[in-house]
């Protein structure tokens, strides 16, 4: 059974820092893309970043480059996001996903999904 299990979230200050991890179960990790997605109130569900299989390629959504970095530790079977500078637009829950493929940047790409954390940055 496969498990994607999110923490790190809070609720944090303009110009704070966080750092989100997702820890994996039931996958053969290091041959599995991973990557973030956002969705704030009344908006659709946004990738935030993605990691191909060894982490030599990475992307990010415009609005967050240069504040946020994606990771992995293939021992651990964990992906990480680190937020910097976060700004109050950042809100919203966060999920981290999972995709056979070797590299994803689309909702489409991935095959499963975690519940979520709450990211809150106020003004």
């Known amino acids: 059974q496969v498990q994607l299990v999110e923490s790190g979230g809070g609720l944090v200050q303009a110009g704070d820092s966080l750092r989100l991890s997702c820890a994996t179960s039931?996958?053969?990790?290091?041959?599995?893309?991973m990557g973030w997605f956002r969705q704030a109130p009344g908006k659709e569900r946004e990738i935030v970043a993605a990691i191909s299989w060894s982490g030599a390629i990475t992307s990010y959504e415009d609005s967050v480059k240069g504040r946020f970095t994606i990771t992995r530790d293939n021992a651990k079977n964990t992906v990480y996001l680190q937020m910097n500078n976060l700004k109050p637009e950042d809100t919203a829950v966060y999920h981290c996903?999972?995709?056979?493929?070797?590299?994803?940047?689309?909702?489409?790409?991935?095959?499963?999904w975690g519940q979520g954390t709450q990211v809150t940055v106020s003004s």
């Open positions: 039931g996958l053969t990790f290091s041959s599995t893309a």
């Open positions: 996903a999972a995709s056979t493929r070797y590299y994803g940047t689309t909702m489409r790409d991935y095959d499963y």
